[in-house]
């Protein structure tokens, strides 16, 4: 299942479930425990996942074709976004058109398309239900009594302590899922050896051992290049609040500079409004003449009387 002239570097759950020697195992397996059937490792699996499309704002996103169904799978180790389901939906638009000849969209008989469906792993530290469901109709401004258009995203808590039947099932995704949270562990207590840590207590543990024993080096590189990409996400969020709040304050200060420059240009001319009808008062004019000759109010004016 392996795919060529790979961009960047996979994480290791994209390497478990796509890329690895024995990733077509793991992934009917994973496929089982999510279906309840038991497709057998003869089972065509064919690996169509898009490079080069950031729609899930994420590269860890693991993409076949099985069982005439199109099956997309996603690893969340940060907050769910709930605009999954319209990023599912663009990615799966392109998908169509990848398996798609150009021409078949143009028959005037059915064409004939796999099934999609999309789930995605939580295994964050926020506390977060068990399983939940996302709709793309959730979204629309407008809810008609009909929905013309639907896609729902299954998201699956696979943290240990909220996993349950998948983790059951799964052996693979319960030993990957106790991997992320020795991982976790060990770089808090070693910020500088953790990755490398994790990777020997998991193997004495017997947790992913044999395919740990086989790509530990690559497995570190991997979590190094999962961390850098994190930090730099949270790195450009943090400038970009600061930015915000900078411009925000400039804004503000923008604004009071002339909106006090207006009242007082407006202040200003009312004092010289004032001044010229006292003027015209000395001539005689009447209230109503002296307040069109100067803009002012006839109430303004008869207060100049007293």
């Given amino acids: 299942m392996s795919t060529a002239n790979r961009k960047y570097k996979d994480s290791v759950f994209v390497d478990l479930f ?5 990733a077509k195992e793991n992934f009917l397996s994973l496929y089982n425990a999510l279906h309840g059937t038991n497709l057998q490792l003869s089972c065509p699996v064919e690996n169509i996942k898009l490079d080069n499309v950031m729609y899930m704002n994420i590269i860890n996103d693991v993409s076949c074709l099985v069982d005439n169904k199109i099956i997309v799978l996603a690893e969340h180790q940060s907050t769910i976004n709930e605009n999954m389901p319209l990023r599912f939906l663009q990615y799966i638009a392109r998908l169509y058109e990848k398996l798609q000849k150009p021409t078949d969209r143009y028959l005037r008989t059915l064409s004939k ?8 792993f939580y295994n964050g530290i926020e506390d977060y239900p068990q399983t939940i469901t ?10 008609p009594e009909h929905i013309p258009l639907e896609l729902t995203v299954q998201v699956l808590n696979i943290n240990n302590d909220k996993g349950g039947e998948i983790l059951k099932t799964c052996k693979t995704l319960d030993e990957y899922s106790l991997f992320v949270e020795e991982v976790r ?3 808090r207590l070693d910020t500088e050896n953790g990755f ?4 020997k207590i998991c193997i004495e543990k017997g947790i992913l051992k044999e395919y740990l ?3 530990a080096r690559e497995v570190i590189n991997m979590l190094v290049a999962e961390y850098d990409y994190d930090t730099d996400i949270a790195v450009q969020r943090e400038e970009a609040g600061k930015i915000a709040f900078a411009q925000g304050i400039s804004q503000g200060i923008s604004q009071g500079i002339s909106q006090g420059i207006s009242q007082g ?4 001319s009312h004092q010289k409004a004032l001044e010229t009808a006292k003027n015209l008062l ?3 004019l009447s209230v109503e003449n002296i307040a069109k000759a100067t803009g002012l109010s006839q109430e303004d004016v008869r207060e100049l009387y007293s």
């Fill in 213 to 215: 024993e086989r790509k």
């Fill in 113 to 120: 398309i796999p099934t999609p469906e999309f789930y995605v």
């Fill in 134 to 143: 996302l709709k793309l109709s959730d979204a629309f401004i407008t809810k």
């Fill in 196 to 199: 490398t840590n994790a990777v």
């Fill in 185 to 187: 562990i060990q770089t």
């Fill in 282 to 284: 000395q001539f005689g």
């Fill in 265 to 268: 240009i407006s202040q200003g």
């Fill in 18 to 22: 796509s890329e690895d020697e024995k």
